[in-house]
């Protein structure tokens, strides 16, 4: 079945880096995009960035554009985000999530699997 697990999540100071993993099992990354979505209690969910499968192109968030960057390995089981000059206000748990039915497009429109999230926060 479809499997994603998230690691890499610290604490860290802000203008620090953090790379984020997700590994997936159950199916290759060649069938479906994965995004990053990050939840801070009491706020909405935000979907920050995210690859195709198709023909590997990103999204990314406004918020994030120019500080994340997201990656594939290529044995296309395991996808990275890429976290540079990190800010307070990035402080949240980050998940990766991918949905069967959106063809492999990005930005997802719906969550259908995603992991069980990884805590990054961002404090001096």
């Known amino acids: 079945q479809v499997q994603l697990v998230e690691s890499g999540g610290d604490l860290v100071q802000p203008g620090g880096s953090l790379r984020l993993s997700c590994a997936a099992s159950?199916?290759?990354?060649?069938?479906?995009?994965i995004g990053w979505f990050r939840q801070v209690p009491g706020k909405e969910r935000e979907e920050v960035s995210c690859?195709?499968?198709?023909?590997?192109?990103?999204y990314y968030a406004d918020s994030v554009k120019g500080r994340f960057g997201i990656s594939r390995d290529n044995t296309k089981t395991t996808v990275y985000l890429q976290m540079n000059s990190l800010k307070p206000e990035d402080t949240a748990v980050y998940y990766c999530?991918?949905?069967?039915?959106?063809?492999?497009?990005?930005?997802?429109?719906?969550?259908?699997?995603w992991g069980q999230g990884t805590q990054v926060t961002v404090s001096s």
């Open positions: 690859i195709s499968s198709r023909d590997g192109s990103t």
């Open positions: 159950g199916f290759t990354l060649d069938y479906y995009a």
């Open positions: 999530a991918t949905d069967t039915q959106n063809e492999g497009l990005c930005p997802l429109n719906d969550y259908e699997y």
